[in-house]
């Protein structure tokens, strides 16, 4: 799985593959793993370049997140039609902050609101 990787605070790591599936699942978990930088309170994951997630794929950020340190904060940002609408119907916008961007993400500081895709965003 390719990963590229930037920053510490944030710690940006931008996901290089089009597809987080059953096939590529243990490998994305296994590699984003090594990535995460213990000192990075922050890391945003950039989907910009994904257009499909299965649920092993889901499957995996999810286990990436539970194996975070206590204190650090897991961001997606860039999600596709496709890959946020994944999102939305398992209800993960309620365990994740979502970002349309990385730019959005990156601006965004630790303290602020989270910002939500879909039916709890402000005004829906």
Partial sequence: MKLTCRGTEPQVITVGAPR????AAIQFK????AALLPEARRVILDLSAVEFIDSSGLGAIVAVKKSMAPGQQLDLA??????DKLFRLTRMETIFVLFPTLAAAEASALSEPALRFGSDAPGH
């Fill in 78 to 83: 860039g999600l596709t039609p496709m890959v």
């Fill in 20 to 23: 987080i599936d059953a096939a």
């Fill in 30 to 33: 296994d590699a984003m793993r």
